[in-house]
Each structure stands twice: as C-alpha cells, then as structure tokens.
C-alpha cells in the first residue's frame, strides 16, 4: 500500500549542482504533480503532467524542468541548485485531471541548498 | 488575486473537546474543496472532500460544512484526540481550471491532553 513514493527523503546540495527528485506512484493514477512548501507560503505548484506524454507549468516553474517518464514516475531536476530552492518538495498524484478527486501526496523530499 | 485562506493560524483544543477549523474561499466558481492533514515530517494526508453542490457531508469524527453564500468552508472534529494535532490544509478546485488546487496556508491544531 505504498501510495506516492518519494527519493531522496533527505539531500544537501551546493549552490550550482544540479539533481533529479524521483517520484512514483502504484495507484494507476494519470495526472502527477510537483509542488514546493515554505513556510508562511502555502504549497505552490512548480508543474504538473496531466495525463503520461504532456507537462505543463505550474506557478512557479522558473528554475525546474519535469520530465514524466511513464505513467507511474514523474521526476523534478534541478538544473543549477540555488539557496532560493531550499524547501520541501512534494509530489502528487491524482486519477485524473478533470475529476472531483483528491490528489494523494508523498511524504516529500527535504532539500537544502548552501 | 483569487486565494483559499484560513482564518486562525493556530487552535488549542482540550482532548475530548469538539474542533472546529474554518476556510474562507474567494473564487465564487469553485466546485469542489478537500480538506488534507499534515503531520510533522509527512505529506498533507486527504481527510474529506466535498462538492459544491453538497453544504454538508460526514466521514468518520469528521464533517465538512459548506456555505456558498459566505465562501465559507469549515471541519469539525469530533471528540479530538492527540493524534489528531497536526497542520489542517482546505484546498478548492475550479473544474474548468482541471489540475489545480488552491491551498490555504494551513492551521495548526494543538490538542492538549
């Protein structure tokens, strides 16, 4: 019953290295999401991927790229790592994209950037 | 802008009392909210949803209220337990907006033993 699954739980980075956070799900879900948490901001939509094959930006998408790999895994890269990118980010997965459902989230990925 | 937000940013309850958590949402086209549960250290977990052509719906200790008149959502919890202290997100969709949700900033529940 794993849900929306999230690699690394935990990463520290320098500013300018790049990474990929993972994120799978085994819910036969079609529409995936990445958004990121700050304190006193809510949780904002970085991109979505509506269905597998299209992604689409979010709110803030400056410094990310997405890629939907199939329709269980849809990855976030961090092309050049800046401090502004510390947060939690978190993934998530819904049925579909025009439906009255929740979306289902992972537990996250906690990065900083020094 | 168009924004879901939530009117206090902290509640201390007494365990065994009732809670109640309020939302107030601006976008008049909304049709459907979602009420998620964040503990310490995990992902916001679903609680209960409810449509817009719906002003009440119950799951278990749980019941959302919606007043379309006012853009006023608001769950109730019933007999709050320690288990239940963590941070309470609502969140709306407008279905022509497909993917997006709108989330509030989130309150955060404290039950006192």
């Known amino acids: 019953n794993a849900g929306v699954t999230q690699t690394p739980k935990f990463q520290v980075l320098k500013t300018g290295q790049s990474m990929t956070l993972q994120c799978a799900q085994d819910?036969?879900?079609?529409?995936m999401y990445w958004y990121r948490q700050d304190p006193g901001m809510g949780l904002r939509l970085i991109y979505y991927?509506?269905?597998?094959?299209?992604?689409d930006k979010g709110e803030v998408p400056n410094g990310y790229n997405v890629s939907r790999l199939n329709k269980r895994e849809f990855s976030l890269r961090l092309e050049s790592a800046a401090p502004s990118q510390t947060s939690v980010y978190f993934c998530?997965?819904?049925?579909?994209?025009?439906?009255?459902?929740?979306?289902?989230f992972g537990d996250g990925t906690r990065l900083s950037i020094l | 802008g168009e924004s879901v937000g939530l009117h206090l940013p902290t509640l201390s309850v007494q365990e065994g009392d009732n809670s109640i958590i309020n939302c107030a949402y601006s976008?008049?086209?909304?049709?459907?909210f979602i009420w998620y549960k964040q503990e310490s250290g995990k992902g916001p977990q679903f609680i209960i949803d409810?449509?817009?052509?719906?002003d009440k719906r119950q799951g278990q200790r749980v019941t959302v209220l919606l007043n379309k008149t006012v853009k006023h959502l608001s769950l109730q919890i019933a007999a709050t337990q320690p288990g239940d202290s963590a941070v309470y997100f609502c969140?709306?969709?407008?279905?022509?907006?497909?993917?997006?949700?709108?989330f509030g900033e989130g309150t955060q529940l404290t039950v006192n033993p």
């Open positions: 998530a997965s819904r049925l579909t994209e025009y439906s009255n459902q929740p979306q289902h």
């Open positions: 819910m036969n879900h079609n529409s």
């Open positions: 991927s509506a269905s597998e094959g299209t992604t």
């Open positions: 976008n008049s086209a909304s049709d459907y």
């Open positions: 409810i449509r817009s052509n719906m």
């Open positions: 969140a709306e969709n407008k279905e022509t907006s497909g993917s997006r949700l709108t």
